[in-house]
């Protein structure tokens, strides 16, 4: 205990201070402890049923956002394991996939050298034939030889009198031309002609002039028949229709295959939809349509490529840039994201030409770094949101025969079509 004026410690009995001598003043010990309990039960108070029920109904809130704060997260939990095991699944998918292909291209690769070596055998067995007998299949004797070497001088001998008479032949013809014989010859031609005819059309010099103007013939009726070929060769079977028939094209049968020149694409148009065709010198563009007099075309399928090189992933996002700002409205589309194993970016785009919406046009388009691959399909389509029309069915089988259309599936027939049955895949 300490003395409250001088701070001098002093015993817990003493009575007066050694420092100051002052009379101690001690606590009153009772009072603290009311003091105390006071305070402690100052904690403590009473409370009425109403709020009682309030403090319950907060604490149940509580407890139930907590459940719900729970629960949420084991859904939020279950999402990411399921999106985790499906984009796993994907990826299976797609290394499956490129493993198949892969697998494809080396049967073809083994195929193809098979044949490469089968034909080498073939050729060298024919070479080393012509040196064997073929009954013994041993070398071919001295006396063979002998047989062969008189037969090529027999010939030789045999084709010196052919020779001699052609010359002589050549030379007489020669100097009758010189002579002037052929003038005379078509001198009495026309002679014998009535007497207007012959005034008309006797030539100044002869036969030569004669032989000008059969050329001058034989020239214009060979350019017309190369003419005709060229125009034969860039047209496309079937497509020279009477009428425009859709309800003929719902059959795999009823679709050509066309492959480009050069090998670098290749798609299918159905038989009974064009009246016209036309394909450039290069076969690398391609157009059908058809048309009815001077009206608009009602169906067109133009197929080509452009010259585009660069990134493939850009260019097809260039692509569908492009190919967006021409068409009314969308319908579906599929933007370019990734490049394929065969280092192609792609996009698609079905949408209707102008606002009445009775014409659709369905475009696939391509890039593989080099060149612009394009597939544009324009039809009627009496319903744009009815997507199972037999006009829908016919733009299906066109973007699966189309080789870079990025499609896994073979054309399916018009029923699997109308089931949503994807059919068989490549």
């Known amino acids: ?74 859904e939020r ?51 080393l034939y012509r040196g064997y007998d073929a009954s013994s299949g041993t070398a071919a004797s001295e006396s063979t030889k002998k047989r062969q070497e008189a037969k090529s001088q027999k010939k ?46 006797t030539p100044s010099k002869g036969g030569k002039d004669k032989k000008e103007v059969d050329k001058k013939t034989t020239d214009n009726t060979t350019s017309d028949k190369t003419g005709d070929k060229k125009e034969a060769e860039h047209m496309l079977e079937d497509t020279e ?21 050069d090998g670098s694409f290749s798609f299918g148009y159905p038989k009974y939809l064009f009246n016209h065709s036309e394909v450039n010198a290069s076969g690398t563009s391609y157009s059908l349509t058809y048309k009815e007099g001077s009206e ?50 792609r996009t698609l785009i079905g949408a209707s030409v102008d606002s009445s919406e009775t014409t659709g046009v369905y475009i696939i388009a391509a890039n593989d770094g080099e060149k612009n691959y394009i597939l544009k399909f324009t039809y009627p389509d009496p319903d744009m949101k009815d997507d199972y029309n037999a006009i829908d069915y016919v733009v299906d089988c066109v973007y699966r025969y189309c080789s870079f259309s990025g499609g896994t599936y073979r054309p399916r027939t018009y029923q699997q079509f109308l089931k949503d049955d994807m059919g068989k895949k490549k």
């Not at 002589?168 to 002609?193: N, Q, T």
């Open 156 to 201: 030789k001998k045999s084709s010196m009198p052919f020779l001699l008479y052609l010359f002589i032949v050549l030379a007489g013809g020669f100097a009758l031309y010189k002579c002037g014989f052929p003038e005379m010859l078509i001198d009495s031609i026309h002679k014998s002609s009535s007497v207007s005819d012959s005034k008309k059309n």
């Open 241 to 261: 229709n009477s009428h425009m028939s859709v309800e003929e094209c719902l059959s795999t049968d009823a679709y050509n295959t066309v492959i480009s020149e």
């Open 77 to 127: 939990k279950l999402l990411e394991e399921n999106y985790a095991r499906e984009e796993a699944e994907r990826k299976r998918r797609e290394e499956q996939r490129i493993m198949e292909e892969s697998r494809r291209r080396y049967e073809e690769e083994q195929r193809r050298w098979k044949e490469f070596v089968k034909k080498q055998e073939e050729s060298e067995a024919k070479k």
């Open 296 to 345: 608009e075309k009602k169906a067109e399928l133009a197929v080509y490529t452009e010259e585009n090189e660069g990134n493939a992933l850009e260019n097809a996002k260039q692509l569908y840039d492009r190919f967006s700002s021409q068409v009314n409205k969308i319908y579906f589309k599929m933007q370019p994201t990734r490049t394929d194993s065969e280092g192609m970016a």
């Open 1 to 74: 205990m300490k003395c409250r004026f001088c701070g001098t410690n002093l015993p817990d009995d003493a009575r007066f201070c050694s420092g100051c001598g002052r009379e101690v003043e001690r606590e009153d010990v009772s009072a603290k402890e009311k003091n105390n309990n006071e305070t402690e039960d100052a904690y403590y108070r009473e409370i009425d049923d109403k709020e009682y029920e309030e403090i319950k109904k907060k604490k149940k809130e509580e407890e139930r956002q907590r459940e719900e704060a729970a629960k949420e997260e084991a």
